[in-house]
């Protein structure tokens, strides 16, 4: 082993994270299937932290991607209009906008969650004249400036070098005060008091399940009343679906299930379907205020994510059973879930399942606990990781087109674990 990592080792920064879970060379994948260098295969329950909803080298999307770059296809175009942005706008606007009764203008900004969430505040800014910006605890939106001040995690927001971020104020999240306290009382009070020390936001951003923030899941009614503040107080709703959209709640955004509107959409991850790096945020289109270039980006014409992506939308967004069968699977683990929830709270180990679609997670309380388990689950062959302020959480971020067959094995293979671990202990 030394041998495969011992280059890894030696030049890659402190800073990797994934390659100290999972201390393996990987060579290739498929599906939810990852093989490394010593032929073993693990099942993937983190798929690129849900950037692989359609599971690793989807055979639709690769060819389509083959087939483009075979006929020397636009890959790198700024943002020129290529024949391939074109074909992503149509099927964009035929297969998700309409069907929703939704209309967007699309910014691509740089490829990636973060870029997306910094054009999305700062058009906000932009649009409203106002600076501050609401987020939530335990919210998680991205690492450059602009995004990181609206992220809440100390560890990201201590590694600025002293660098204070500016402009965004914290409020309790759905459930944060206990399952009783509707927390938006607190924010209401707030911008009914001219006193309360708020100042009046441009924007309000919020993940309806909170990925990095350990699978917190914000209630249709909390979604569906936050929608109806903004409104009254002139405030842009701005729904991060960075890691909750593409599918993985079971529809392709996740707001759909509150029956809202947000004024502002971030898409990343998934967005590309195949992995590639690829963002876009979807406003309102009187919103759109940018003057030309006010906001670029010299990947912002990533053409190749944008075949892929419409190879996506086209294969499994053209009816809804991919939606059906994402719920169906949902449910399994949701059920299996509960039911080891239950057995480590039986063993005097409290814990508690929740998530939303196939983004669901198991919060043991105690980040060690999670760490074994997820530790033991790896030796077993399923690559699994935990989320949270302190990583107590068990999260399952599986492929949405992981077959039933490796789902099964999957949640067996964490069962088993959970079983040794309480054993063990």
């Given at each position: ?59 639709h999307l690769k060819e389509a991607m083959i087939d483009y770059l075979s006929t020397d296809g ?13 074909d992503y706008f149509e099927a964009l606007e035929e297969l998700i906008f309409k069907p929703r ?41 991205g690492v450059t400036m602009g995004a990181l001040a609206t992220t809440g995690n100390r560890k ?270």
């Amino acid at each position: 082993m030394q041998s495969q990592t011992q280059t890894f080792e030696r030049m890659e920064s402190n800073v990797r994270t994934y390659s100290r879970s999972f201390p393996v060379v990987f060579k290739t994948a498929k599906n939810a299937r990852l093989v490394d260098e010593e032929g073993r295969e693990y099942i993937d329950f983190l798929a690129g932290a849900g950037t692989l909803n359609y599971g690793h080298n989807n055979p639709h999307l690769k060819e389509a991607m083959i087939d483009y770059l075979s006929t020397d296809g636009v890959v790198h175009g700024l943002d020129m209009w290529t024949q391939a942005k074109r074909d992503y706008f149509e099927a964009l606007e035929e297969l998700i906008f309409k069907p929703r009764g939704l209309d967007y203008k699309v910014h691509l900004p740089g490829p990636t969650g973060t870029n997306a969430v910094e054009a999305a505040i700062r058009l906000a800014r932009v649009a409203k004249g106002r600076h501050n910006i609401v987020s939530f605890t335990n919210g998680f939106h991205g690492v450059t400036m602009g995004a990181l001040a609206t992220t809440g995690n100390r560890k990201f927001r201590e590694a600025t070098g002293g660098v204070p971020t500016q402009a965004a104020s914290f409020l309790p999240y759905d459930g944060y005060m206990g399952e009783h306290t509707d927390t938006l009382d607190y924010f209401e009070k707030l911008l009914n008091d001219k006193s309360g020390g708020l100042d009046i936001p441009a924007a309000v951003i919020v993940e309806t399940v909170q990925g990095e923030g350990g699978i917190n899941v914000a209630g249709l009614d909390w979604l569906k009343r936050l929608e109806s503040i903004c409104r009254a107080h002139d405030i842009l709703l701005i729904v991060d679906d960075i890691q909750a959209g593409c599918g993985r709640t079971g529809k392709f955004f996740s707001f759909e299930h509150a029956g809202i509107t947000p004024d502002i959409v971030t898409n990343s991850k998934s967005l590309s379907g195949f992995g590639l790096p690829f963002a876009h945020v979807l406003m309102r289109p009187e919103l759109d205020k940018w003057k030309p270039g006010q906001y670029n980006g010299t990947f912002r014409g990533f053409n190749l994510a944008m075949v892929t992506a419409t190879a996506a939308l086209k294969k499994y967004w053209s009816n809804d059973s991919f939606e059906r069968d994402v719920q169906r699977k949902a449910r399994i683990v949701e059920e299996r879930f509960q039911g080891i929830a239950k057995r480590l709270s039986d063993s005097g180990k409290p814990a508690t399942e929740r998530g939303r679609g196939l983004m669901r997670g198991i919060d043991v309380v105690d980040g060690e606990l999670a760490d074994k388990i997820t530790a033991t689950a790896f030796e077993r062959g399923l690559i699994i990781e935990t989320s949270g302020q302190d990583g107590e959480v068990v999260k399952c971020l599986c492929p949405l087109t992981i077959t039933d067959e490796d789902l099964l094995e999957a949640l067996d293979i964490l069962d088993a674990s959970v079983d040794a671990v309480i054993q063990g202990a």
